[in-house]
């Protein structure tokens, strides 16, 4: 007999101990679109209200409207930017801007060279729409944006599992 009340009590506690315990994430929104997803044990920099200093620690947990620090809990009220090292859609932007110029450079030199049978002449205005195109993609694949006021646009939200946005 007490080999099955053992046995249902690792039952229940193994089956019930998973509902009850999800990780949560801190999500980064603007206009409810995701920019950044934090995790437990993510390392944070964090700007607060009214102090010039950064701060930065390690999460610990995330609070419904606070975030627990390693020596601290902070509050999402008082945070007024975080200092992310990542920027996806201008990156992204960047990078096919700049193949877009190098595709369009090398099909009018096989143009010209293949399969007109003249030689290549760079005075063409799709070398100088090329050069642009290159010119404007490599800056904005290479920079990086490095932090995000937090303003009416931009807020912070705690997401656990079941929620419409956790992944």
Request: without cysteine; aromatic residues 12%.
């Amino acid at each position: 007999m007490q080999r099955f009340f053992t046995l249902l009590f690792f039952l229940i506690f193994f089956f019930s101990g998973s509902a009850l315990h999800a990780q949560r994430q801190l999500l980064l929104l603007k206009k409810g679109r995701v920019l950044h997803r934090y995790y437990p044990g993510d390392d944070m920099y964090l700007k607060l209200k009214g102090n010039p200093d950064r701060v930065h620690s390690y999460l610990n947990n995330i609070l419904e409207d606070a975030l627990v620090l390693q020596k601290d809990t902070i509050p999402f009220h008082t945070i007024e930017r975080t200092y992310i090292y990542e920027s996806e859609r201008r990156n992204s932007n960047g990078t096919m801007l700049t193949i877009a110029g190098v595709l369009l450079f090398g099909i009018d030199v096989i143009n010209q060279e293949w399969i007109q049978d003249t030689g290549y002449s760079p005075s063409s205005g799709i070398s100088i729409a090329s050069g642009v195109l290159v010119a404007t993609g490599l800056p904005l694949a290479l920079i990086k944006k490095k932090s995000q006021v937090i303003s009416y646009k931009y807020r912070l939200m705690m997401v656990k599992a079941g929620d419409p946005l956790y992944r």
